[in-house]
């Protein structure tokens, strides 16, 4: 921990403000989403819609649970900095590495969120999946 200084904190700047658009451009993306399904279903009330809404709601909640997470990240990550500004060196990196678990399950829920969104096209998919023939794929 010899090298641990006011600079080091900062190379997650880039990364956290990085993750946080991507996970701020799916949000908005969800938003959207949801007001498309909740008019289809109003209109149609198929399981299929509703099957993807129930997909939607636990992937927003896992959404909001990644960017929770991401900018609590970036929030101990600031702390870091100034505890080093201030001199308690120590105290830092025990609040940096804080910050880099919080990175850590906030990448963590997202890939939980990505497996489920693979879900999601699945079920939207299962319409035509029969009618598709085996050779229209690309695995």
Do not use: W
């Amino acid at each position: 921990m010899e090298d641990f200084s006011l600079v080091t904190p900062t190379f997650l700047f880039s990364a956290i403000s990085l993750i946080m658009l991507a996970y701020t451009n799916r949000f908005l993306s969800y938003a959207q989403l949801v007001r498309t399904l909740k008019e289809h279903y109003l209109q149609s009330r198929s399981e299929v819609t509703a099957a993807q809404i129930r997909n939607l709601k636990k992937r927003l909640y896992l959404t909001r649970n990644m960017q929770v997470l991401g900018i609590s990240s970036l929030f101990f990550c600031v702390i870091s900095m100034f505890l080093i500004y201030i001199g308690y060196r120590t105290a830092s990196i025990y609040v940096f590495g804080f910050s880099l678990l919080l990175l850590v399950a906030s990448l963590g829920v997202s890939i939980a969120e990505i497996l489920i969104s693979v879900r999601a096209l699945e079920i939207h998919l299962h319409d035509i999946g029969d009618k598709a023939g085996p050779e229209e794929y690309d695995e």
